[in-house]
């Protein structure tokens, strides 16, 4: 059985008038999914809860920073000239 959008809605109020702000929040964004294009299974079955289990890198756990790649035909800029820098003109 899957619900449409008016239906979560009305749930969404029901909870955010009972106080349960967790569910009223689930639910919305259940409904965001499903107005972003997913089907009302996908939106029930996502993980919308925000949290990510993360990922251990070559050094242990934290250590899994991506790497910034650069746009191709990317230079990096000139270094400044050490014997000009630091000094004003007069």
Not at 5 to 24: T, V, Y
């Amino acid at each position: 059985m899957s619900k449409t959008i008016e239906d979560l809605q009305s749930e969404m109020e029901a909870a955010a008038r009972a106080l349960d702000f967790e569910e009223a929040r689930r639910i919305r964004d259940r409904i965001n999914l499903m107005r972003g294009g997913a089907d009302a299974a996908e939106a029930a079955q996502a993980d919308t809860s925000g949290l990510v289990r993360q990922q251990p890198g070559a050094m242990g756990l934290g250590t899994s920073r991506q790497r910034p790649v650069p746009p191709p035909g990317w230079k990096p800029p000139p270094k400044p000239d050490l014997n000009t820098s630091g000094r004003k003109r007069r």
